[in-house]
């Protein structure tokens, strides 16, 4: 399906197209992961897995590339505050139960 603005022919993706693009961006995330890349508009990006970014480049609209790649960054960076939170409320519970066996220890002495 095809719709016109001015003389410009907008082409929108059918379900095949859709689901293609889905698989070759997996494929080329899941080359950017086994080289420990996380953001693919970096330049050592640009030397691994070429094969599978030009499918991925030629298989879906470009701005579906562009929005993509910023949301895989956005998901790592959310992911690792989340460890660092997470990280940070465990140390506070630790201490605070160090802190109540001290006194605990402190009460009976």
Known sequence: ???TAGN???KHPSRADRQNCWKVRDAY???LNSNNIVDPSKPEAAS???DLRSLYENGCM???VDYFNKRR???VEQ???LERMR???KAVEERAAAAAEAAKTKESA
């Open 62 to 64: 470009k701005s579906w």
């Open 8 to 10: 410009d022919e907008v």
């Open 48 to 50: 691994v897995c070429q």
């Open 87 to 89: 990280a940070q409320h």
């Open 29 to 31: 995330f899941e080359c």
């Open 73 to 75: 960054v956005l998901e």
């Open 79 to 81: 992911k690792e505050l």
């Open 1 to 3: 399906m095809t719709a």
